[in-house]
């Protein structure tokens, strides 16, 4: 109550400011012009926006092209602005706005209009709200004026309706404080009652914590009990297995015992382990019978072990005696080997000797070729053949005892002795070989001398050999003419004041000679090399010419080429544009442009032939050069032939171009000549049979190319070329056509691609039109008649159904435009289909027997359709 007193005082002093700020403002005139004058808010069904709103406002600023008008007031009081807003944020913000601030996010009312001036009626308060009837916006004071009493009305009925809401409201809370009392008064009651639960909860709770604890404590008794009965459990069985393991650790250590028990004291381990297993065995408990069978496996293994360790040292003792044996006999060979070496190497001493003594003598300075032959005859005598088999036989000796040889060589005792025998045997090789061989090569050397000398004397005059006996020494002897410049240069350089060349100088004389005749061939080879290289400079110039030649040549054919491709490209272009050219003009193109392509590569293989055989025929020091520059030339025809290659491609592809014409034109003309025939058939009631025999005109079974032309040459309005109905009798048929080929050259079948009616009737509008049955799709069926629209723009076709035989009339179109059969390119017969095709005439007629499967509505097959 005290709430709505103070705010039905504030309402009153709202009213008295407001009447007295009325009285206060002077009359102001009527607005003279469009935003030029004062605007005058009235009434508005919202008390609080009203008192916000409602006063007198004037221009104060522009915008979006619209005045702004300001709420006249005291000094502090809010702004309360009526602006225009375009627009820019979307057509639910454009329109005229009340609020503190233009464009701000608090606003009071709003009217969607956009006149040049705020508009009087209309606006919506809130501004999402319902349009407020009682609020208005008139322009000038006087308006204002003459409207106060209905402004003092609407503040009445305003005051009314504000006091009924303050008493409803004021009920509301007489109703709210019953409310609450009520409901204090049972959480009045809700805690005594809780209190009392409470109360006796605890109870309950001290009284369970008692049980809980006496509980507690007997568990905790009988807890300590049972744990010290395991505590004394578990001293006596530790006591226990403690006795275990000593005794088990007593028996262990006499097992071990046999592991290092002898012969001697394996008696007296036995006896000790017996004796322990007797005392100490019932001690071990679970491990007793592991024990006792450890110590049976350890006694039998100690007995094995003991047999073998006897066993290796019988074995040992075996080699050893046989090894002293082998020695033995081994020092008793060495021995023997030794006095036999012995007896050789004296021998060999005494024939080596011998042999020295005779042929020393020929190695003296002054020995003369008769005593060094001589000696020659010696060594190969008696003497030298007894020198030579001793040292053979000390070297079989050492050979054969090589093993022999190695141990008196590593022993002490006989490494001096062995020693010393290879010195002797080596030192009569020496004499013996050695000094022969050396006798032999003074022999040699004394012919050779005796030759030369033979030479010079030859040649040599009293004083030697002079000027001209020099040129005929070179002539004579080497062969080779010396000039008079090298004869007096050897002269001076080996002859004496004379210019004679003694003896002595004979050796030197043949060198210089040997040098002079190596010196002209020097210069005859560089000579000719000069020569060469002349005749490969101007063979290498012949051959850069013709490569150039060739190179040339095919240069020349670049344009060819290149206009041959740009031709190949033009036809191209041709077959691929909106309209190709005729066959004939394709086909003078294609000659000339297969003509040029044809001459093109047979120049291009050509030239590249005649510079392989030229790379061929060139010397092999200008085969590298040749290879060099005729790669140039056949990279040139690498390239045209690759360019060429595209004409061909292009050609290829006209080709094809051309075969698709020529086959859409014989499909074209194949059904033209099937619109012929059965109009002929049409014309002369002819059925299939009768048509074929009239085609058939020898009658063995098959139409030949020549019947098959005069027989469409015989059909009203066939005005064809016979090449182009040979062209498809090829087409069809090859060399004969059989009666099936022929059947079916002027049947058309259809595969049905989506489900459709078999009707009677053309028409699927007139009353006598059945449905004979549906046709499924993937079947198959031959055109009779057709297609033609009909008054629906349905197109049909009469057909005969593949299937079984059944003759009706068919949709191809519906006047949508939905496909419902297509033509097949190849017609093969389904599974379902008999073996044998039937004529489409035979089956017209025997359709008139057949009764229809299924009827159904004009209007259910329409709209199927």
């Known amino acids: 109550q005290q709430q709505q007193q103070q705010q039905q005082a504030a309402y009153q002093q709202q009213q008295a400011q407001y009447q007295q700020q009325q009285q206060q403002q002077p009359a102001q005139p009527q607005a003279g012009g469009a935003g030029g004058g004062q605007l005058s808010v009235t009434g508005c069904g919202n008390p609080t926006v009203s008192e916000i709103i409602r006063g ?47 464009g701000g996010d608090q606003v009071w009312a709003y009217n969607p209009e956009r006149a040049q001036e705020p508009p009087q009626t209309g606006w919506r308060v809130p501004y999402d709200g319902p349009v407020d009837q009682a609020l208005q916006v008139v322009p000038g004071g006087g308006a204002a004026q003459q409207q106060q009493p209905q402004q003092q009305q609407w503040d009445q009925q305003s005051y009314q309706r504000q006091q009924q809401e303050q008493q409803e409201q004021q009920l509301r809370q007489q109703q709210q404080q019953q409310q609450i009392e009520r409901q204090r008064q049972q959480q009045e009651e809700q805690r005594h009652q809780q209190a009392e639960q409470q109360r006796v909860w605890q109870q309950q709770q001290q009284e369970k914590l008692r049980l809980q604890e006496e509980q507690r404590k007997r568990m905790q008794e009988e807890q300590n009990r049972r744990q010290e009965e395991e505590m004394q459990r578990k001293r006596e069985a530790d006591e226990k297995m403690r006795l275990e393991q000593v005794a088990i650790l007593g028996v262990r250590k006499v097992i071990q015992k046999l592991q290092v028990a002898t012969l001697k004291s394996l008696d007296e381990v036995k006896g000790e382990l017996d004796q322990v297993l007797a005392q100490e065995l019932w001690k071990t408990g679970s491990h007793a019978d592991q024990l006792k069978n450890e110590a049976v496996q350890q006694t039998e293994r100690a007995k094995q072990r003991i047999e ?26 060495r021995t023997k080997f030794l006095e036999e070496l012995s007896g050789l190497t004296d021998a060999l001493d005494k024939n080596a000797s011998a042999l020295k003594d005779m042929l020393t003598p020929a190695l003296e300075k002054d020995a003369s070729l008769a005593t060094a032959e001589k000696a020659i005859a010696a060594g190969e005598g008696e003497v030298g053949n007894s020198a030579k088999a001793a040292c053979k036989a000390c070297t079989d000796l050492m050979v054969a005892n090589k093993s022999a040889v190695e141990a008196l060589r590593m022993s002490s005792e006989t490494k001096a002795d062995m020693i010393g025998f290879q010195e002797r045997i080596h030192a009569g090789f020496v004499n013996v070989f050695l000094t022969g061989s050396k006798v032999q090569k003074k022999a040699s050397a004394m012919k050779r001398m005796n030759k030369r000398c033979e030479a010079f004397d030859k040649y040599a005059g009293a004083k030697g050999i002079t000027k001209s006996s020099i040129w005929k020494y070179a002539k004579g002897e080497q062969g080779f003419e010396l000039s008079a410049d090298v004869v007096a240069k050897i002269s001076a350089q080996l002859g004496d004041k004379n210019g004679s060349i003694p003896k002595e100088h004979y050796q030197q004389l043949k060198i210089c000679v040997g040098v002079a005749r190596e010196e002209e061939a020097s210069r005859k080879r560089v000579e000719e090399r000069k020569k060469r290289m002349a005749e490969l400079e101007e063979e290498k110039k012949a051959l850069q010419a013709e490569l150039d030649k060739f190179l040339e040549k095919m240069g020349e054919l670049d344009a060819e080429v290149t206009r041959t491709l740009e031709s190949s490209t033009g036809l191209q272009g041709k077959i691929t544009a909106e309209e190709p050219p005729s066959d004939s003009d394709l086909a003078d193109e294609v000659e000339d442009l297969q003509d040029v392509s044809k001459s093109l590569k047979e120049k291009i293989v050509n030239i590249c032939q005649e510079v392989s055989k030229l790379i061929q025929g060139a010397d092999a020091t200008l085969q590298p050069l040749a290879r060099l520059e005729g790669s140039k030339v056949e990279l040139k025809g690498r390239l045209f032939t690759s360019k060429l290659s595209q004409v061909t491609f292009a050609l290829l592809m006209v080709a094809e171009f051309r075969a698709k014409q020529a086959a859409k034109e014989l499909e074209k003309l194949q059904a033209s000549l099937v619109e012929l025939i059965k109009k002929h058939m049409a014309a002369t009631e002819l059925k299939m049979e009768d048509l074929f025999k009239a085609a058939d005109k020898d009658e063995d079974g098959s139409v030949s190319k020549s019947e098959f032309v005069t027989f469409v040459k015989g059909l009203d309005g066939c005005e064809t070329e016979d090449s182009k109905l040979e062209s498809l009798f090829a087409r069809i048929g090859g060399e004969s056509m059989s009666k099936e080929s022929f059947l079916r050259l002027i049947t058309v079948r259809m595969k049905v691609t989506k489900e459709t009616l078999l009707t009677s009737d053309f028409s699927l509008s007139t009353k006598d039109s059945k449905t004979l049955r549906r046709l499924l799709e993937g079947e198959f069926v031959e055109v009779q008649v057709g297609p033609t629209k009909d008054e629906k723009d349905l197109t049909r076709i009469k057909c005969c159904a593949i299937k079984d035989g059944l003759v009706g009339w068919a949709t191809v179109v519906g006047n949508t435009g939905a496909a419902f059969l297509e033509a097949c390119e190849e017609e093969k017969k389904p599974a379902e289909a008999a073996a044998e095709p039937t004529p489409a005439a035979a089956e017209a007629e025997a359709a008139t027997d057949v009764a229809p499967q299924k009827t159904e509505a004009d209007k259910e097959g329409t709209s199927q359709e």
């Open 308 to 333: 073998y360790e006897e066993e290796q040292k019988r074995v040992a003792e075996e080699r050893r005696k046989e090894f002293e044996r082998i020695r033995a006999e081994e020092a008793e060979a």
């Open 56 to 102: 007198t406002f004037s221009p104060h600023a522009q915008n979006h092209s619209r005045p702004v008008y300001r709420k006249e007031g005291p000094q502090g009081a809010i702004d309360v602005l009526i602006y225009f807003w375009d627009d820019r944020d979307g057509a639910s913000f454009c329109g005229w706005w009340f609020g503190p601030k233009v």
